[in-house]
């Protein structure tokens, strides 16, 4: 029997964005369906950016989720999603304002669209741990273990969660070296829960890749890139030609 449109939008959203949260609720208009459809299209755009750390990618997926937005500004995922790629484009210090017409890409232009998804949805684990990725960004690690204890009691298994766990414990100053360490060791941990809720979450990923070259670990670098290339995805032009010289490719 053929599923209906809007029935495959759904299937599609749960299995792909928000791993490990509640299943979306079916779209009751044909607006909220436009809206999902458009959502797919910027994971697709999100997955292949993060991948490939291209900011051209990410304003790209910008684009799309402007659209989704216009159909359904309530959309608490699509809004979230905006806040993970803003956060995602201030790691890109190349990318103009100029790219982003009306749009300012700092770390706190992204607090609205988390806002905007936790004020739709007060259960919205995306929307709670973009925020705390947020006050992370902004040095508040008060009010990012706040959000964190709200996306835990939303959704502990959600790869949203997972990143904005780790981005929190790599981050928190510690002054003791074995409290750091053991920091950086739970944060591994974290970003690996993330890939493990989505084998396809690029920016875990690449946050991982980040902390095994921070503290050295090539053996793990060079494990890790053979998974992503078993995904089908090749690391950026950079980011290879850095490793090379490490004697990682």
């Not at 979230?80 to 009306?102: R, W």
């Not at 409290?179 to 950086?184: E, G, H, Q, T």
């Not at 396809?200 to 946050?207: L, N, V």
Request: hydrophobic share 45%; net charge neutral.
């Amino acid at each position: 029997m053929r599923r209906p449109t809007w029935l495959l939008i759904v299937l599609v959203l749960v299995s792909s964005f928000g791993c490990g949260t509640p299943p979306e609720p079916e779209p009751e208009t044909s607006a909220e369906m436009a809206a999902r459809g458009k959502m797919m299209r910027a994971m697709s755009q999100v997955s292949a950016a993060s991948f490939a750390e291209d900011p051209a990618g990410y304003v790209q997926a910008i684009a799309t989720l402007r659209e989704s937005l216009a159909y359904d500004p309530n959309y608490h995922r699509a809004n979230a999603m905006m806040a993970l790629v803003i956060l995602q484009i201030c790691n890109h210090t190349n990318v103009l304002g100029p790219s982003l017409p009306g749009l300012e890409i700092t770390p706190e232009s992204a607090r609205p669209y988390a806002n905007t998804a936790i004020n739709k949805n007060p259960k919205s684990v995306e929307g709670w741990s973009l925020l705390a990725m947020i006050c992370v960004a902004e040095s508040d690690f008060a009010g990012a273990k706040e959000a964190l204890a709200k996306a835990k009691s939303a959704s502990a298994k959600a790869r949203e969660y997972y990143l904005a766990y780790g981005d929190y414990l790599y981050n928190l100053p510690e002054e003791k070296p074995s409290k750091r360490a053991n920091n950086i060791v739970n944060a591994a941990a974290s970003y690996l829960s993330a890939i493990e809720a989505d084998p396809e979450f690029g920016i875990a990923y690449m946050r991982l890749l980040d902390l095994y070259e921070a503290i050295g670990d090539l053996d793990r670098i060079a494990k890790l890139i053979v998974d992503i290339r078993s995904l089908g995805y090749t690391l950026s032009s950079v980011r290879s030609i850095r490793y090379r010289q490490k004697g990682i490719m």
